[in-house]
């Protein structure tokens, strides 16, 4: 893997423009206040001195320059405005631009070239002129850094310019991909995670996808698990996940959780044998253990009983397990007639170990019977700690979330809790021990803010919600704000980047994926499909069948 180094030939040969295409530096206007991260200038609005070129070019999120004896200081437009404007048309308008600095170049670097760095060590001075900034200019603002990268698309102000992820800040301190319905959230998350499997072909990415897009975005590269070729055992679920099952939608008494947290322990043990130590298992452990087992142990509980309203719980309790096992819906959970240990096989498919080719793994949870889906979600993101936890980060995972928001939600009336609770771990610990989280959210409102806020990276699409955007700034620097100003009015599959994971903030276009790569999200062709009558038999016997068997 090559190192995509900070400097303006990183560019590709066929992006490159003749010296003579360049644009020659113009001065646009003054310096006439400077606070600590923030410049504001009178652009120059006399007749002849600003190029009607250089005035339409110079817009909301544009790059300008101020030189100072040493470096160039860059920022980025945050504020444009009139704030007299002048009753005839032959006066020229005050016009003010306001300016977020980003950071410095050097000017005096020799043939080492100038390389760009994040913070102002010499402050732009009052009267000090303003430049537009040239392309070699956004060269060097947005050339990677000395790191390893991954290409995923262009800077908005100049499409021949790559824009950069920082693989390791990007994974190592979490990110997001947020934005409104539409607005290419699942193509972003899709090119991304390509951009990261070209530059690194044995990762270890989990995928959880509720709506069964990513399956063709991967291609062979991907494997793809969905309830009839997942295997999750109940025996690996921890308790509180099972009483979640076993309840079916209500909450078990405490007489009825005593006896389950009796009878499981007992049934590992007696799976266990001679072998086991009893004084290491606990009702979490994850041991197998069979239902027969517990269910006798349910049996011989209640032959010792003597009122009839004991032995209610331990009824429900044993119908509850039976419609469970007789249930295809959940057979990737308790079928099955033998138990056996496989624990490490399980593990070694889902996290791809060895990766054999296939560094991502799709989880598609669409098939998932709605009322459990919570628990197996908490159950992978569980799994996915602990995994990493015991391989001692020999394996870092990078587990992404789609529509993180039903997992994670903010409020408590909502979701399943341990599922929120195995999220906040992985934010808030996982990147000690290898793991990184990606959110995708269309509704970071609803979003717990403790996980939110973990994401040090945020690709913020088109968003306008208002709610959604003020939580967005709460998360964020204040020398961020101005971009997000453009949250609203961002086309598709475009988005403003900031934190660890990128340079300097930037806003981007996401690179087009061919047709074939493209995630299965699209909305429904409405027209086209109301033009044709479906008025087969055997099409409504297709659609029936496939709704019986679980089966797209």
Known sequence: ????????????????????????????????????????????????????????????????????????????????????????????????????????????????????????????????????????????VYAPPNAVTAEIGMIHQDRSLPAYVITNDLLGKHYAILGTTGCGKSCATALVLQGLVDQNPNAHIVLLDPHNEYAHAFGDRA???????????????????????????????????????????AAKVEFLGPEGDARRITVDTPVPYRLTQLVQRLDDAMGKLDKAEEVAAYQRLKGRLKMLQSDPRYAFMFGGVSIRDNMHRILSKIFRVPVDGKPVTILDLSGVPSEIVNV??????????????????????????????????????????????????????????????????????????????????????????????????????????????????????????????????????????????RPRSATADFHQAWQADQDSDEFMKAIVQKWRQLGR
């Open 223 to 265: 494997e793809i698990l969905n309830p009839s070729t997942l295997e999750l055992p109940y025996w690996m679920l921890e308790f509180d996940e099972l009483l979640e099952i076993v309840g079916g939608g209500r909450t078990l008494d405490n007489g009825e959780i005593s006896i389950l947290s009796a009878a499981i322990p």
């Open 1 to 140: 893997m090559e190192l995509a180094v900070s400097n303006p030939q990183s560019i590709g040969e066929d992006q490159q423009q003749p010296a003579s295409e360049s644009v020659p530096e113009a001065k646009i206007g003054r310096v006439v206040q400077v606070t600590g991260f923030q410049v504001v200038a009178i652009l120059d609005n006399t007749p002849g001195t600003l190029k009607q070129s250089d005035r339409a070019h110079l817009q909301m999120g544009q790059l300008v320059k101020m030189l100072m004896p040493d470096t160039g200081v860059f920022g980025v437009v945050s504020g444009l405005s009139i704030p007299l404007p002048s009753e005839s048309e032959d006066q020229p308008d005050m016009m003010i631009v306001e300016v977020e600095l980003l950071g410095e170049a050097d000017l005096n670097s020799g043939d080492a070239g100038a390389s760009f760095r994040r913070g102002v060590s010499t402050l732009p001075q009052l009267g000090d002129p303003l430049f537009a900034a040239t392309r070699e200019d956004l060269a060097i």
């Open 376 to 517: 197996v979600v908490s159950l992978l993101c569980r799994l996915t700690f602990d995994f990493a936890l015991w391989a001692d980060r020999q394996v870092p995972v990078l587990l992404v979330c789609e529509e993180a928001h039903r997992y994670a939600p903010q409020s408590e009336a909502f979701g399943f809790e341990p599922a929120k609770r195995a999220l906040s771990r992985i934010a808030k610990e996982g990147r000690k021990y290898g793991v990184s989280l990606c959110l995708v959210s269309q509704r970071p409102s609803e979003l717990a803010a403790g996980i939110l806020s973990q994401c040090n990276t945020i690709f913020a699409m088109r968003m306008t919600n208002h709610q959604d955007q003020e939580i967005l700034r709460g998360t964020l620097s204040e020398s961020s704000m101005g971009l997000l100003d453009a949250l609203p009015s961002l086309g598709n599959a475009e988005a403003i980047a900031v934190g660890e994971g990128v340079a300097v903030p930037m806003r981007l276009c996401f690179r087009p994926l061919p047709e074939n790569e």
